[in-house]
């Protein structure tokens, strides 16, 4: 009898687990890592250069502000046109340049194989500098995180790599690329984390690490060093004033409630209109174009609109205006189905709320509680408060204030997993059919071994039987003796095979000689075991390869049966852990 088991030995199970090929990936991040910033670089590039062309009729790689500008009537069309050529893009090019970027990297990876098409990667960029160049009130992170994640998926495509190992590299692209935009390395790592790897191994997370490290290494010397917001306040916070940060932080997650709820009703107006959805960004680009005209701060990504928050440079009205203005022309824009961020608008928003509050605080200037909103908008809409907080950290060098806003991005956080079923990036996903679980667990399969689920009493068939005798039995028996199949075991108990109905079929239509037995029949056959101290995931994993339901489990060195494994053995592991998740008790009573 051949036998197909496990072939490690238990003594050497780890914490975690990893190859070599780790060190592959990780070489191969490396040059991801630079990739990701001159992608960060050109993209800045070019919305600097369309913004130049569209406006001001001038060739100018410089970012322009337009805080405090009068836009002539003519420029409301600007946006329009803009939008235009985004959705022919879209129409004739891929409409996975769409959208702000990273529900379409997180769709790449869960059910793309994390392969991205490279007309995707010479789009998407192209595409949303267009857009944002002509207006469009988005940031750059969305579409840098799309461009680097293809160009990672691109490099991975020319080596031998399984999906997960394409997956690692797209997300090394991503991160690379937001921290080429933003100089925030910690964030990106946390955001890939938080939002795109949907696992924690040394695998992938390392990878992503090389690659971010490579990017914040090489950006100074193509786009900048220092912060991009420097911000250094540290208030005197009184012992309570933790409780005051937490409730900003529930007011910015009901702030981001109401935004993502108006987004997706937005867009849903949008399927109703009786023409192509190429023509919808038009329609998004004159809402953008009138915004504009009134209130020329809407515009662009406002990077400009950030410091200003940051430093109390507005006014209580121009703040208000700003919150309006901003929140209205983005969420029509993005509804629309154009291409543009999501991180930058989202500070601009919730740093006027925080602005807004800071009239109404005790202690602490504009400056930090607009910080503080922009932290929390970030945690409760993305669903990632380390993302947000280091986000934050590292935009301002205030390593200062991590506590405050901490709480207040957790604080936002829980009222948003509270009140809302999904994110504003996982809705998107949603509604294309596809659920998007994003809560981390250990595999309860991982956690055992076989021999705390395995049967111990196991009926099995003498090797001496004659086959005639066999397939009477099988064919016959009843009650809690009726198997698909049975072990057959030598007279000292040892394993000689395993047999199946399907075997006794085989043998009732093709009559085996008189007095053959089952272990003569069963000689060559190949038998799935296990052992008793194996993990249960690795178990399960070689009958799911091979389709069979039961599986007998031996002693190492003997060989002898000592338990069976079942399909219903392997979904007790489950219920288990249902139990434990719902059954409540009190163990201490007073």
Avoid at 302 to 310: A, Q
Avoid at 336 to 362: D, F, K, N, R
Avoid at 415 to 428: A, C, F, N
Wanted: hydrophobic share 50%; proline share 5%; net charge positive.
């Amino acid at each position: 009898m051949k036998k197909s088991g496990a072939g490690w030995n238990p003594d050497e199970l780890r914490d975690f687990t990893a190859d070599p090929r780790m060190i592959l990936l990780s070489a191969i991040a490396l040059v991801i890592g630079g990739l990701g910033v001159g992608a960060a670089w050109t993209l800045l590039k070019l919305i600097a250069l369309v913004t130049n062309l569209a406006y001001f009729q001038r060739v100018s790689f410089e970012m322009v502000s337009f805080a405090g500008l009068h836009l002539p009537l003519w420029t409301i069309l600007v946006p329009v046109a803009g939008s235009l050529v985004v959705g022919l893009m879209a129409r004739f090019g891929s409409d996975k340049i769409r959208g702000h970027g990273i529900p379409e990297a997180i769709e790449a990876i869960l059910i793309g194989q994390s392969r991205i098409e490279p007309k995707v990667a010479a789009l998407k960029p192209l595409s949303s500098a267009v857009a944002i160049g002509t207006g469009g009130p988005f940031g750059a992170e969305g579409p840098i995180i799309m461009t680097g994640g293809a160009l990672g998926s691109l490099i991975a495509q020319l080596f031998h790599l399984s999906a997960i190992e394409r997956k690692t590299l797209l997300v090394a692209g991503a991160a690379a690329g937001m921290t080429g935009v933003f100089g925030t390395p910690v964030a990106a790592v946390l955001l890939a984390v938080e939002l795109l790897l949907f696992e924690w191994k040394p695998r992938s997370f390392i990878p992503v690490v090389v690659s971010c490290a490579v990017a914040a290494a090489l950006r100074p010397l193509v786009i900048g060093s220092g912060a991009l917001f420097p911000y250094g306040g540290v208030p005197a916070m009184p012992s309570w004033g933790l409780i005051l940060c937490a409730a900003a932080g529930a007011i910015a997650g009901l702030q981001s409630a109401f935004m993502t709820v108006t987004l997706y009703g937005v867009e849903d107006l949008f399927r109703k209109l009786p023409i192509h959805w190429m023509w919808w960004p038009a329609l998004g680009g004159l809402a953008v174009g009138i915004g504009g005209y009134f209130d020329p701060s809407v515009l662009g990504v406002g990077y400009d609109n950030i410091r200003l928050l940051l430093s109390d440079g507005f006014t209580l009205q121009a703040v208000v205006s700003l919150l309006i203005g901003k929140a209205a022309v983005w969420i029509v824009a993005l509804s629309s189905g154009t291409s543009g961020g999501v991180l930058a608008p989202l500070l601009i928003i919730g740093g006027t709320l925080g602005s807004i509050e800071s009239h109404l605080m005790p202690f602490g200037d504009a400056g930090f509680w607009a910080l503080l909103g922009m932290a929390a908008i970030l945690g409760g809409t993305m669903r990632a408060p380390l993302t947000s907080t280091f986000f934050a950290v590292e935009l301002t060098g205030n390593p200062h204030l991590l506590l405050p806003l901490l709480t207040a991005s957790v604080s936002a956080f829980a009222v948003t997993v509270l009140i809302m079923r999904r994110s504003i990036l996982t809705e998107r996903i949603a509604r294309r059919g596809h659920h998007v679980t994003r809560e981390y667990g250990i595999d309860p399969f991982l956690q055992n071994q076989v021999g705390r689920i395995m049967t111990r009493s196991v009926h099995t068939l003498p090797a001496a039987m004659p086959v005639g005798e066999a397939i009477e039995f099988i064919t016959k028996v009843e009650g809690s003796r009726r198997h698909k199949s049975y072990p057959v075991a030598t007279d000292d108990g040892r394993l000689a095979g395993i047999v199946s109905r399907t075997d006794v079929l085989r043998w009732m239509r093709k009559p085996v000689e008189p007095g053959r037995s089952l272990g003569d029949m069963l000689g060559d056959q190949e038998t799935i075991i296990g052992y008793e101290d194996e993990l249960v995931g690795d178990l399960a994993d070689r009958m799911a390869a091979s389709n069979i339901g039961r599986v007998p489990i031996v002693e190492r060195q003997t060989r002898k049966i000592v338990g069976l494994v079942a399909r219903r053995d392997l979904l007790r592991i489950r219920a288990h852990v249902v139990h434990e998740e719902r059954e409540r008790r009190r163990l201490l009573r007073i």
